[in-house]
C-alpha cells in the first residue's frame, strides 16, 4: 500500500483569508492489490473509509506536527500498512 499524498515532509501555512473548510489537506492511498476498504488516518483518527478507487478524502488542516498513514483491507481480511508521512501546519 502506498500513501500518493501528502508527501512525507510536506509543510503548509494556514490562511487568514481563507475558511478553515477551505484549507484542507488531499489524503490519497494506492493499494497495489485488490482490496474490501482503504482507510486514512491523521494521528491515528479515521478521517475515511473508501470502498473503491479513487482512495482519497480531504483533511482540515490544524498547526502542528502530524502523520497521515493508510490502511488497506484486502479480500481475505488481511491488513497492510502505508508507511507514515509527517506533515508540519504552521499558524497564519
Avoid at 10 to 27: F, P, Y
Avoid at 28 to 41: D, G, R, W
Avoid at 76 to 88: C, F, P, Q
Amino acid at each position: 500500500l502506498r500513501l500518493v499524498a501528502p508527501a512525507d515532509g510536506t509543510v503548509l501555512r494556514i490562511s487568514r483569508e481563507l475558511r478553515a473548510e477551505d484549507q484542507a489537506l488531499r489524503i490519497e492511498a494506492q493499494p497495489a492489490i485488490v482490496v474490501a476498504f482503504v482507510e486514512l488516518y491523521v494521528d491515528g483518527a479515521p478521517v475515511g473509509r473508501l470502498r473503491q478507487a479513487p482512495y482519497r478524502a480531504s483533511w482540515i488542516i490544524a498547526p502542528g506536527e502530524h502523520a497521515v498513514r493508510a490502511r488497506a483491507v484486502d479480500l481475505n481480511g488481511a491488513e497492510h500498512w502505508s508507511e507514515s508521512a509527517r506533515v508540519t501546519v504552521l499558524a497564519p
